[in-house]
């Protein structure tokens, strides 16, 4: 009888004391366990992509080292034929397209910069970049005040991009671009940046 009662006791007694022993090693073991598990996973997946990210910013650099965010500037392109430009003088504004290409895809057709266009009063055509070399904002035609206008900080520009102020905001003139008439009618200009900021003018 005493055998039947004790024996349950004892196995109790034996397995409460398994139970803390093992408790015991979980405790001192840190990959034990599935939160052991999940927090060396965690830190190895970490450690991991601090190693990683270095590599694959170089592989892409190597892929693709004109990648940048913006199309590949100074080659001559088409932007508009001789009948779109007013005789009167008045600029029109061509957006500029490239192909853009990083290191894993093409996106034909985007935007990377702009031109005013007009005819000068000796009949010459004057292509100019609409980007302000102060600091970069787009400059817009004020067709009231027959001036090229940037709205960031109001540097003013006559129409053929001279500066209208003494204290201009603008370190210099509005950038000119090489412009051709190809094929009877076709212009082409050489689209290009210039440096920001600085009163020379430095391609970028
Ligand atoms: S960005 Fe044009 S005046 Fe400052």
Redesign the pocket.
């Known amino acids: 009888m005493s055998e039947q009662t004790n024996q349950p006791e004892n196995a109790a007694a034996f397995s409460l004391g398994e139970d803390a022993h093992r408790k015991e090693e979980l405790g001192s073991c840190m990959l034990c366990g599935r939160r052991g598990w999940l927090a060396a996973w965690v830190g190895w997946a970490a450690a991991f992509a601090a190693y990683l990210t270095p590599i694959l910013a170089a592989l892409r650099a190597f892929l693709a080292p004109g990648a940048k965010g913006s199309a590949q500037a100074g080659d001559f392109r088409r932007v508009a034929t001789l009948d779109m430009v007013p005789e009167n003088g008045t600029p029109i504004t061509v957006p500029i397209l490239a192909e853009r290409v990083d290191a894993w895809n093409r996106y034909p057709s985007q935007p990377i910069g702009g031109i005013f266009l007009r005819r000068t009063e000796e009949g010459k055509l004057l292509a100019l970049n609409v980007r302000?070399?102060?600091?970069?904002?787009t400059?817009i035609y004020d067709s009231a005040k027959r001036e090229l206008l940037?709205?960031?900080?109001?540097?003013r520009f006559n129409l053929d991009g001279e500066r209208l102020e003494v204290n201009?905001?603008?370190p210099r003139d509005l950038d000119p671009l090489e412009v051709e008439v190809r094929n009877g009618g076709e212009i082409w200009i050489r689209f290009q940046h210039f440096r920001?900021g600085v009163a020379e003018r430095v391609p970028e």
Not at 132 to 137: S, Y
Not at 150 to 155: I, Q, T
């Open positions: 302000c070399p102060h600091l970069g904002c400059v940037c709205p960031c900080h109001n540097a201009s905001q603008s920001l």
